[in-house]
């Protein structure tokens, strides 16, 4: 109804899928890529996975991929997955043309034919590509039925690929014991997130031209609304700026404010004063986060891990290590005084000289500063460099970043992880607030203090009460810390190797601490059993990513988490 009045040939707003009306942001051309990876040769034989949000754009990236494979590719493109195992494999043959009608009929009637189909397209130089999308509706059955399919085979390659999109619960799935095959088969995982502030304005802009708009009518703070009200996601940018455009329209509006944006926004979602988004679940299993602690090869000088670089932060031993243990003396930090942690320099008496300037006082005497939208904006856009910049790693914000967006061997280890101020302060390590409004911005959390927490990077950090803190946020979190490449997802009882040396070493330092052997035996199981138990956590006997991080916290020197402002900050 508005088309004419602003100038438009079409609709720019539409949620269908329409190629002409692509935009690749730097996120959906790196998600193009490792999905193009898959069809490709690079990864015969293996999955590809690429997870995302509800409506950050998935459906619309297969869709360029399935004009970009190649001509010797033949497609499987599965839309359904909510089906039994038999269905699926019906499903993937009737994609390929394969024909399952004849006197057996049985799953290995089927499975014995499309084996003859793959042999005939390997023959012929062609590749076979199945893609399955909303995979986290598969169930743990039909995926194993997938799983088994990548097992036919020559004596030299692999005859079938499997491209995996998902929305995040499908990497929490693919973490379940029964799958561990499969999700050790997969050769290349990519999380899209959603877009920032300037790639939102590009999307919208972009949407206008194509559509044959003769200008944008959105006004800056417009586009900065859309953004706040939409976290970003490509399918409420869409829905929201649609009935913004309506309502200009209606009001005989020639351009459209920001104001009309929050009134498009209050009534995608009347019941709400912004646009939920969907939480992630926690990462204690998410398959893209590969756990490593590379400062302890420095402290222990085990081989095999990648230690950290120069201004890292540190690792108190549980113990003193014999003289003549080559490697494993502990060299002073370079952060070594807590001030250093929140951008401060401390006098000969103790006090924050550069807190004070700031006007930081002791508790019961500083008002909170307040936490304005322009302020959380700026943090958001800084979170992951201020908690690498307390790492102490040069480069680190795009590492904490990637890791965050389930990237491996990023050189950083990532968990999103929710809970309360008792679990923040057990851990002890600095954490990034996922605020539950303004489209879940971020925000650094270096302190916890009586009523009043430390937050924002060292170039803009602000004491705010915990009041105001919790009125914007639900508990969610994000925890990351360095790590080594080729750490470990999972140690369990048996394995032996560096990184079960260190985690012994680690136990030592628990409450209560581990006094038994330097093997992951029975005793040390029924302890690990125990210590899960005690923190809350899976009770499994398996050191993954969340288990590992409650190991390493109570031996994480710098940084911590300050907990008393007259002391730190």
């Known amino acids: 109804m508005y088309l004419q009045y602003f100038g438009l040939t079409e609709p720019p707003f539409s949620i269908t899928p329409d190629p002409a009306f692509v935009y690749l942001s730097a996120a959906h051309r790196d998600a193009l890529a490792h999905l193009l990876y898959g069809v490709g040769q690079g990864a015969a034989g293996g999955f590809v996975q690429l997870t995302g949000e509800v409506g950050t754009g998935k459906t619309t990236i ?92 020559t004596a030299k390659n692999k005859l079938l690929q499997i491209v995996l999109l998902g929305q995040p619960e499908l990497r929490q799935l693919l973490q379940r014991r029964n799958l561990r095959q499969l999700a050790q088969r997969i050769t290349a995982r990519y999380h899209l997130a959603p877009l920032g502030s300037a790639e939102t304005v590009a999307y919208v802009r ?28 490509p399918r409420l940018i869409n829905i929201i700026a649609d009935r913004a455009l309506a309502a200009a329209y209606a009001g005989e509006r020639t351009r459209v404010g920001a104001r009309l944006v929050q009134a498009a926004a209050d009534e995608v979602q009347p019941s709400e004063g912004r646009v939920n988004r969907r939480r992630w679940p926690m990462w204690v299993a998410a398959g893209a986060v590969v756990a490593g602690i590379g400062i302890l090869w420095a402290v222990w000088g085990l081989p ?62 500083l008002p909170a500063t307040g936490m304005d939208p322009a302020w959380i904006d700026r943090q958001h856009d800084r979170a992951f460099a201020g908690l690498a910049e307390l790492w102490g790693g040069a480069g680190g914000a795009e590492a904490i970043r990637a890791a965050c967006g389930g990237i491996q061997g990023a050189g950083y280890a990532c968990l999103r992880d929710s809970g309360n101020w008792s679990r923040v302060l057990h851990l002890g390590l600095p954490v990034i607030l996922v605020l539950n409004d303004r489209g879940g911005r971020r925000v650094l959390l270096r302190g916890v203090a009586a009523n009043q927490v430390l937050l924002g990077d060292a170039s803009d950090t602000r004491l705010v009460g915990r009041s105001e803190v919790e009125a914007r946020w639900l508990g969610e979190y994000f925890i990351a810390w360095p790590q080594a490449p080729d750490w470990p ?60 991080l409650y190991l390493l916290a109570p031996g994480v020197e710098e940084p911590r988490l300050l907990t008393s402002i007259e002391k730190d900050f």
């Open 62 to 153: 297969c869709r360029c991929v399935l004009e970009q494979v190649p001509e010797n590719t033949r497609v499987a493109l599965i839309l359904n997955p909510m089906v039994t195992p038999r269905e699926l494999l019906d499903a993937i043959c009737d994609e390929l043309g394969v024909s399952v009608d004849g006197p057996g009929d049985s799953t290995k009637a089927r499975v014995d034919a499309l084996n003859d189909y793959l042999l005939e397209q390997h023959a012929a130089g062609n590749r076979v590509v199945v893609i399955i999308d909303e995979a986290q509706n598969l169930s743990p059955e039909a995926l194993e039925q997938v799983r088994l399919l990548t097992n036919l085979e």
């Open 206 to 233: 972009h949407r206008m031209q194509v559509a044959g708009a003769p200008r944008n009518p959105f006004t800056r703070a417009a586009l900065r609304a859309l953004h706040r009200r939409s976290g970003g996601v």
């Open 304 to 365: 095999g891990i990648q230690p950290f670089g120069a201004g890292h932060g540190s690792v108190t031993a549980a113990a003193e290590a014999p003289p003549d243990e080559a490697g494993s003396t502990i060299e002073e930090s370079p952060n070594q005084d807590r001030m250093s942690a929140v951008g401060a320099t401390r006098s000969e008496d103790g006090a924050s000289d550069s807190l004070a300037a700031t006007g930081f006082r002791a508790p019961g005497t």
């Open 489 to 548: 997802l999972q140690i369990r009882r048996g394995e032996s190797g560096p990184a079960v040396d260190i985690v012994l070493r680690m136990a030592e330092l628990a409450d209560p601490p581990w006094h038994g052997s330097d093997h992951f035996n029975a005793d040390f199981e029924a302890w690990l059993l125990a210590f899960q138990r005690n923190n809350g956590l899976t009770a499994d006997g398996i050191i993954g990513p969340k288990t590992l």
